[in-house]
């Protein structure tokens, strides 16, 4: 594998950041993980245009333009003879002395990995996944926005670790008033009556690109989608419930927290808008 380093591209073995860097010693930087499908990048200026909002919420300055990190995401697939594949971006602060202050730190890094993608098991696309509500609250929007994709992710690996104890894969989390949030890596749908419903994006999530691409499918199927705050009640009494992510997809959810969602199956909106969204990854993206 060839790593994107600062213009350069080094072998997986020699891709290495200084230890100075502020992206280890503080998690100060921005990342985005991305899809290639079928020789395409999917989605690729939505995901840049949120990496230079990421970087401009935390004053983040990237040394590239955008036309630039497009420009050498596709050239690392190229390199790495990526059709489908995972695309890591991160932006770090760079390397700076141990005290917090940013100003400290000389030229942010780019780094752009371009490898396989380790997906989830056929069996969670036809069974659905078992969730569970995590006892770590996301992160307050006033702290760390969670709608900043940074490179410190600890609240989300916290809620990780409790679904893992859990025995899951994700977990919801809820907001500091107890509403819904999203997941650990993940957005979250119910259906209800025929409609789709996902928490509003103050809620404390992510802008996921995968969400946004779920509400234009839904819509233009003639489905009503709503956005509006989510209690835990409303996932137990939804007919159905779905994560979406650019890594998962559209995933579904059968269980919460040993409560069955809906028939305890995936359900037939579910099922309609894992089929639309995996059509439409296999026939756009930005050519490779
Ligand atoms: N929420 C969080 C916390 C995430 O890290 C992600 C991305 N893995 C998502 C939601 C989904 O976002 P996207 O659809 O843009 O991948």
């Known amino acids: 594998m060839k ?12 891709a290495k950041v200084s230890v100075f860097d502020h992206g280890l010693l503080y998690g100060d930087g921005v990342f985005e993980g991305i899809r290639a499908y079928n020789g395409r990048v999917f989605k690729l200026k939505e995901h840049i245009d949120r990496l230079y909002c990421s970087a401009k919420a935390i004053l983040l300055d990237i040394p590239m333009s955008p036309a630039e990190v497009t420009a050498a995401v596709l050239a690392t697939c190229r390199r790495n003879d990526i059709r489908d594949g995972y695309v890591r971006l991160v932006v770090t ?48 929007s006033n702290a760390v926005n969670p709608a900043i994709k940074s490179l410190n992710y600890l609240n989300n690996i916290l809620a ?91 995933v579904p959810v059968v269980k919460i927290d040993g409560r069955l969602i809906g028939t305890g199956k995936p359900g037939p909106v579910t099922k309609l808008l894992v089929e639309k969204y995996r059509a439409l990854t296999q026939a756009s993206g930005e050519p490779i």
């Open 160 to 250: 990780k670790i409790e679904a893992n104890i859990a025995g899951c894969e994700e977990a919801i989390m809820l907001n500091a008033a107890g509403y819904v949030a999203e997941c650990t890596g993940d957005n979250v749908f119910i259906v209800k009556a025929g409609q789709l419903v996902t928490p509003p994006l103050y809620a404390g999530a992510l802008y996921g690109i995968t969400r946004g691409v779920t509400i234009e499918l839904a819509r233009a199927a003639g489905l009503a989608v709503t956005e509006t705050n989510l209690t835990r009640y409303d996932l137990f009494n939804a007919d159905e419930c779905f994560l979406t992510g650019t890594g998962a997809e559209l």
């Open 3 to 14: 790593v994107y380093i600062d213009g350069k591209y080094y072998n997986d073995k020699n």
């Open 93 to 140: 602060r760079g390397a700076g002395t141990l005290g917090l202050d940013p100003n400290r730190c000389e030229k942010p890094s780019v780094i752009i990995i371009a490898g396989k993608i380790q997906l989830y098991p056929p069996e969670y696309y036809e069974n659905g996944l078992t969730i569970v509500t995590a006892p770590t609250a996301r992160n307050f």
